[in-house]
């Protein structure tokens, strides 16, 4: 298992431990597999999605590592999988694509956003890898 760490968060301000290493991400929605749907992330309780402004293969490669998947084959945007109901937790995400989470990626403050549903991002990954996440 990881050791203890702990990482200074800008966007909470707030120090979170090695839980945020594994920051949980599911993939969910109408035809959505283990490795492909539309992207949830869990943040303070609740589940949310992710709206598709910047959303691009880099930031789908970082979804597809979290998710113990192989590689990314696309990005797609405009709700592909269906329209979330949960809030939307994060706008505005830029990826280099080498990012252990998507917290590490740029994106506005949680919560602060100016999407709607119709704009959740989503994943497709190719095969499966092993995860290098332990819950
Ligand atoms: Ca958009
Ligand atoms: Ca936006």
Redesign the pocket.
């Known amino acids: 298992s990881l050791p203890p760490q702990q990482f200074w968060f800008t966007d909470t301000n707030e120090w979170l431990t090695q839980s945020v290493l594994c920051f949980k991400v599911r993939l969910t929605g109408s035809g959505s597999s283990r490795c492909s749907g539309r992207v949830e992330v869990y943040y303070s309780g609740s589940w949310g999605t992710v709206?598709d402004?910047?959303w691009n293969l880099n930031a789908a490669q970082v979804v597809c590592r979290q998710m113990g998947c192989a590689s990314a084959l696309s990005a797609p945007g405009s709700a592909a999988f269906g329209q979330g109901s949960d809030p939307i937790l994060l706008?505005?995400v830029v990826c280099s694509g080498t990012e252990q989470t998507l917290r590490n990626c740029q994106h506005?403050t949680i919560m602060e956003?100016?999407?709607s549903h119709s704009?959740d991002a989503s994943v497709i990954c190719s095969g499966e890898a092993l995860s290098t996440c332990h819950f």
């Open positions: 709206c402004d910047g706008d505005n506005r956003h100016d999407c704009e």
